[in-house]
C-alpha cells in the first residue's frame, strides 16, 4: 500500500501493523464463521454455500500472500470485494436458524478489518463497507422474499464500519503526536551532542596545537647556541599534526603497538624509556589515540622538567579497559601548585582522557620523581532488555539507552491512551445505541427486567468513571480499575442467568457484545493474558447458563460459537493489536528513530567538524603554518632573531587562545597572563597593571584587545610594561615595551596600524626610538541607568 512520505517512525509502523491484522483477522473471521455456518446449514444446501464460501476463503488466502509480495491495488480491491459479496450473497444458501448471524459475522467483521486494511485509502475502505451492505441487503431479501431486509442489522453494521473508522483515526493522532514530541526532544539532543563533539573535537585539537606547533615554536623563540638538527623534521611533524582533522578515528588500535612507537627525543632531549607492556592491547582508537598522544607529551614534560634523562613505561590489561603508567626519579613537583594556564597536564593529559570516558591521575612530589597513570575502563555494558523487549540493535551507552528506554516509553504511553480511548468510544456508543435499544424492546423476556436494567445502569456507571480519568489524559488507578472490572464481570453473570437460554446472545441479549468492550478500557495497559481470562470467564458465565437450562443442539452449539466468534473474538483479536502496539510497535519505532537520529547526528557532528577544522587551519595559515613550513624545510633560521620573534609572538598567540576555555573570573586577565608568561620565559621583565571593574568582554573583542600585546610583548627584549584601565563606556588595553626590535616582518605579526582582528577594536601604536606603545581599545554599551560621570 503506497503511504505517504511523511510519516514518523510510530504512525508508519501503525499503518503497517493495523494493515496485517485487518487481513488476518478478516481471514480468520471467514474461515472459522463459514465453516461454523456450514455445520448449522440445511445439509441439501451445503454444496451450494460451499461453492461461495470457498472462493471467498481462497480470496483470503490470496490476500494473505500479498502481505509479502504486493499486488497491484485494484486487483487486492477486486479480491476483498469478492469475499463480502461471496460471504453476503451465501445467506440463502446456507439456511438454517444460524445463516443471519454467520453471515452478519462475517460480513459486519470483514467491513470492520477491511478499514484497517485500507486504512490510508479511506474512500476504497468506504467502497467495499458499502459492497459489504449491499451483499447483506441482497442476502437478507433472498433468504426471507416476504420479510424485506433487516434495517437494524444494516444500521449496526454501519455504526462497526463508523467506529473501526474513527478508532483508527483517534490512535493515528495518538501516533503522530508522539513522533511529532520525539522529533522535537531528538533535535534537542542532536544540538547538544553536537556541542559536546565540537567542544570535545576542540579540546583535543587545542591539546595537539599545544603538544607540538605551541611547544616548537616557543622552544625556538627561547634563545641561540643549541643544537637545531632536530627542528626540520619536527616541524614538519608539527605541520602534519595541526593539518589533520580530529574528531573522526574510528575502529581500533592496539595499544601496545602505538605506544612502541612513542618517540623518545633526540640529542640533549632524548629520554631513554625502559618499557614493560603486556600485548596485544586492542582498544577503541578514541582512547588510544588520547592514551598515545598524552604519554608523547608526559615523556616530553620529562626532558623539560625532571632533570633526569631516563623514564619507565608500563602497560597492561584491566578487565575489558587498559592501564597505561610513565614514572621517572627526577625532581619531582607538586602538581596542586600548576597553575591553570598551563596545558601539559591538565589538557594533553588529564583533559584528553576525560574526553574519551577515561582518566588520568599524577602524582609527584618534590624530590621523589613524578608517577603519571592513564586508564581506560572499557566499554560501558549494555543495559538489559526492559519489559520483556528483545531487540537486536547494537549496545548503547547508558546515556543513549536511557534516552532510547524514554522515547520508547513515551510512544507506548501516547499508543496506550489512544487505545484506551477507542475502547472508551466503542462502548458508549455501543451500549447507548445498540444495547439500549435491546434493553428496551425485550423487556418482556428478561426475568427479572429490573435486574437486566441495573445491570445497564452499572456499565453506564463504569464507563462514566474510567471515562472521567481517561478524558483527562491520566491512567486509570489500580482501585478504579479492579472495582470496575468486578463490576463488569457481575454484570456479565446478572444479565446471562436473567435471560432465557434460548435467547443467549440473540437480539434481545444486549450485554453479551458489550461487556468486553468495558472490559478492554480497563485492562488495555496489562498483558494480554488478562484481558483473555476475562473473557474466558464472560464466555463461561453465559454457557452455564445455557447448560442449565438443558443441553443445546449441534445447530444451537454452532449459533452460540458464531456469536463469541463475531464479538468476543473480535475483541479478543482487537487486545492483541493493543499489545502489538504496546510491545511491539513501540519499541520497533523508538529503535527505528533512535538509529535515524544517530545517523543525522552523526551526519551534522562531522558537518560542522569539517566546518571548524577549515576555520581553524584558515586562521593558522597567515601566520603559524608559514612558520612550521619554513622552519620545517631550511627557508627559516631559528639563528636568525626575527624568527626567534615572530616563533614567539605566535607562541604567545597560542597560549591565549589556550585560556579562551579557562572558567575564570575575569577571561581578559587570565589570557593576558598567559601572553605574560610567554615573554617572561624569553627573559623579558613584565609588569601588569589593571584599574577599575572588570566587565564581559566577548571573546572576538578579547582577541582584538589581547594581539597588539602579544605583538608587542614578543618583539621586546629586556622590559615591558601592560596595563588594563575597566570605565563604564570602554575598556583600554596598553603595553610599552623597551628595547624593542627594529620591526623588519612587523606586517607578518601584527594587523595594520589603526587595525585590529575585530572591527570594533580600535588600535593606536607609536613608536620612539626603540620603545614602542600600543594601546587597544573597546567601547561598550553602557546599561541604562547607570552614572558614567
Known amino acids: 500500500m503506497g503511504h505517504g512520505g511523511h510519516e514518523g517512525n510510530s504512525e508508519r509502523l501503525l499503518i503497517l501493523t493495523v494493515e496485517r491484522y485487518g487481513v488476518w483477522l478478516r481471514s480468520a473471521v471467514v474461515c472459522l464463521c463459514g465453516a461454523l455456518g456450514l455445520v448449522s446449514a440445511d445439509r441439501a444446501k451445503i454444496p451450494l454455500a460451499t461453492a461461495l464460501l470457498v472462493p471467498a476463503v481462497l480470496a483470503c488466502g490470496v490476500r494473505l500472500f500479498s502481505l509479502r509480495r504486493p499486488l497491484p491495488l485494484v486487483l487486492r ?38 478499514q484497517f486494511e485500507w486504512a490510508t485509502r479511506p474512500v476504497a475502505g468506504a ?17 426471507s422474499p416476504a420479510h424485506g431486509f433487516d434495517v437494524i442489522s444494516l444500521v449496526r ?4 464500519v463508523g467506529l473501526s473508522r474513527a478508532g483508527y483515526l483517534i490512535v493515528r493522532a495518538r501516533a503522530r503526536s508522539a513522533d511529532r514530541s520525539a522529533a522535537v526532544g531528538a533535535a534537542l539532543r542532536r544540538e547538544t551532542d553536537v556541542a559536546a563533539a565540537r567542544w570535545a573535537t576542540e579540546r583535543e585539537y587545542l591539546a595537539t596545537l599545544h ?12 634563545g641561540d647556541g ?24 574510528t575502529g581500533s588500535v592496539d595499544l601496545a603497538a602505538l605506544l612502541g612507537c612513542v618517540p623518545e627525543g633526540e640529542g640533549q632531549a632524548r629520554v631513554r624509556l625502559t618499557t614493560h607492556i603486556d600485548g596485544p592491547l586492542e582498544i577503541p582508537s578514541g582512547p588510544g589515540l588520547a592514551m598515545f598522544n598524552g604519554v608523547r607529551e608526559a615523556v616530553a614534560n620529562v626532558a623539560r622538567h625532571a632533570g633526569v634523562r631516563e623514564a619507565e613505561l608500563r602497560a597492561w590489561a584491566a578487565g575489558d579497559g587498559a592501564v597505561v603508567e610513565l614514572s621517572d626519579k627526577g625532581r619531582g613537583f607538586d602538581p596542586d601548585s600548576v597553575p591553570e594556564r598551563r596545558r601539559g597536564i591538565s589538557g594533553s593529559i588529564i583533559g584528553r582522557m576525560r574526553a574519551v570516558g577515561g582518566s588520568a591521575t599524577v602524582t609527584s612530589h618534590p624530590g621523589t620523581g613524578t608517577r603519571v597513570q592513564w586508564r581506560w575502563h572499557g566499554p560501558a555494558p549494555a543495559s538489559p532488555a526492559q519489559d520483556g523487549e528483545e531487540t537486536a540493535d547494537a549496545p548503547r551507552p547508558p546515556g543513549a539507552q536511557a534516552q532510547h528506554m524514554a522515547v520508547v516509553r513515551f510512544i507506548r504511553g501516547q499508543l496506550l491512551h489512544g487505545a484506551q480511548l477507542v475502547a472508551l468510544l466503542i462502548s458508549v456508543v455501543w451500549q447507548f445505541t445498540v444495547s439500549l435499544r435491546r434493553l428496551m424492546v425485550h423487556q418482556d423476556v428478561y426475568r427479572p427486567a429490573w435486574a437486566q436494567t441495573a445491570a445497564f445502569v452499572c456499565l453506564a456507571v463504569v464507563v462514566v468513571a474510567g471515562g472521567a480519568f481517561l478524558l483527562r489524559g491520566r491512567q486509570i488507578p489500580p482501585g478504579v480499575r479492579g472495582c470496575g472490572l468486578g463490576a463488569v464481570l457481575a454484570v456479565s453473570a446478572v444479565c446471562a442467568f436473567t435471560l432465557p437460554a434460548e435467547q443467549s446472545t440473540g437480539p434481545a441479549d444486549w450485554a453479551f457484545g458489550v461487556v468486553g468492550w468495558h472490559a478492554l478500557f480497563l485492562l488495555a495497559d496489562l498483558r494480554i493474558r488478562v484481558y483473555a481470562a476475562f473473557l474466558g470467564a464472560h464466555i463461561a458465565l453465559n454457557t452455564a447458563a445455557v447448560a442449565l437450562s438443558g443441553a443445546p443442539t449441534a445447530a444451537e452449539l454452532a ?15 482487537v487486545g492483541f493489536l493493543m499489545t502489538h502496539l504496546l510491545h511491539g510497535t513501540a519499541p520497533a519505532a523508538g529503535s527505528a528513530a533512535a538509529r535515524e537520529e544517530e ?15 577549515k576555520e581553524r587551519y584558515r586562521a593558522l595559515t597567515a601566520t603559524t603554518v608559514p612558520l612550521l613550513v619554513g622552519l620545517g624545510h631550511g627557508a627559516l633560521s631559528p639563528h636568525d632573531e626575527e624568527v626567534r620573534r615572530r616563533c614567539g609572538v605566535e607562541a604567545a598567540r597560542m597560549r591565549r587562545l589556550f585560556a579562551e576555555g579557562d572558567a575564570v573570573a575575569d577571561p581578559l586577565l587570565n589570557e593576558l597572563r598567559a601572553c605574560v608568561e610567554v615573554a617572561e620565559h624569553q627573559g623579558v621583565r613584565v609588569s601588569l597593571a589593571v584599574r577599575g571593574r572588570p566587565g564581559e568582554v566577548p571573546v572576538e573583542v578579547r582577541r582584538g584587545l589581547i594581539d597588539p600585546v602579544a605583538v608587542t610583548l614578543g618583539r621586546t627584549r629586556s622590559t615591558a ?57 573597546w567601547s561598550r554599551a553602557v546599561p541604562s541607568g547607570v552614572d558614567v560621570t
Open 599 to 613: 545517523l543525522r547526528t552523526r551526519q551534522r557532528i562531522q558537518e560542522h567538524l569539517r566546518s571548524d577544522h
Open 226 to 249: 643549541r643544537d637545531w638538527s632536530w627542528l626540520p623534521p619536527r616541524a614538519r611533524q608539527d605541520l602534519e599534526a595541526v593539518s589533520a582533522m580530529p574528531g573522526f578515528e
Open 559 to 573: 449459533a452460540l460459537g458464531v456469536a463469541t466468534v463475531g464479538s468476543c473474538g473480535l475483541q479478543l483479536s
Open 127 to 143: 467502497a467495499l463497507a458499502v459492497c459489504g451492505a449491499v451483499a447483506c441487503v441482497l442476502g437478507d431479501i433472498l433468504s
Open 721 to 777: 610594561r601592560v596595563t588594563v584601565v575597566w570605565t563604564p563606556r570602554s575598556v583600554r588595553v596598553s603595553v610599552v615595551g623597551a628595547d624593542c626590535a627594529d620591526g623588519r616582518t612587523t606586517g607578518a605579526v601584527a594587523p595594520p596600524h589603526g587595525r585590529s582582528a575585530d572591527p570594533d577594536v580600535s588600535v593606536v601604536r607609536t613608536t620612539r626610538g626603540k620603545s614602542v606603545w600600543a594601546e587597544a581599545s
Open 77 to 114: 480491491w477486486a479480491l476483498d470485494a469478492a469475499v463480502v459479496l461471496l460471504a453476503g450473497l451465501s445467506q440463502p444458501l446456507l439456511g438454517g436458524a444460524g445463516a443471519d448471524v454467520t453471515v452478519e459475522a462475517i460480513v459486519g467483521i470483514s467491513v470492520i478489518a477491511l
Open 157 to 160: 453494521m454501519l455504526v462497526q
Open 211 to 222: 603538544d607540538t606547533a605551541s611547544a616548537t615554536l616557543l622552544t625556538v623563540s627561547q
